[in-house]
């Protein structure tokens, strides 16, 4: 099994992904990579580490995610690994739950996302999004 983080995914992929029929709820299982100290896109000096320039963002996204009826599950860091094989750990685990594939595009392409994304890109190093729906 080949693991590959990224920070956006390729135009296909999202295109799939945005493309994919509406059924209703689901929970986004986010696997996330920080780097060690945040790198903002527009140069800007900071002593922030990734983990914190994510936190900025996270907090402000928490928030766009309740508003559109969703809401943060789980989040926590990442500690050890006991089933399976991985070249890196990743940093940190988050379930977001969203009403709808229309509510989580809506916020991907809102300009309050565009607003805060900055702080996502200076921390993260790359991440995983694996969409999930319950079984009964």
Avoid at 61 to 74: H, Q
Avoid at 103 to 132: C, D, V, W, Y
Wanted: hydrophobic fraction near 45%; proline fraction near 4%; charge should be negative.
């Amino acid at each position: 099994m080949q693991v590959k983080n990224a920070v956006y995914p390729p135009g296909q992929q999202a295109m799939d992904f945005f493309g994919a029929e509406e059924d209703g709820p689901f929970v986004m299982v986010n696997l996330l990579k920080f780097k060690d100290r945040a790198e903002y896109p527009d140069g800007s000096a900071t002593d922030l580490s990734g983990r914190e320039a994510y936190g900025l963002y996270g907090v402000e996204v928490s928030k766009l995610v309740e508003g559109l009826g969703g809401r943060i599950r789980f989040s926590a860091r990442v500690t050890s690994l006991l089933l399976g094989e991985v070249d890196e750990l990743w940093d940190a685990v988050a379930l977001a739950e969203y009403p709808s594939l229309a509510a989580f595009k809506a916020m991907a392409t809102s300009p309050e996302m565009h607003a805060i994304e900055h702080h996502r890109l200076a921390g993260l190093a790359g991440q995983l999004n694996i969409r999930t729906k319950e079984s009964l």
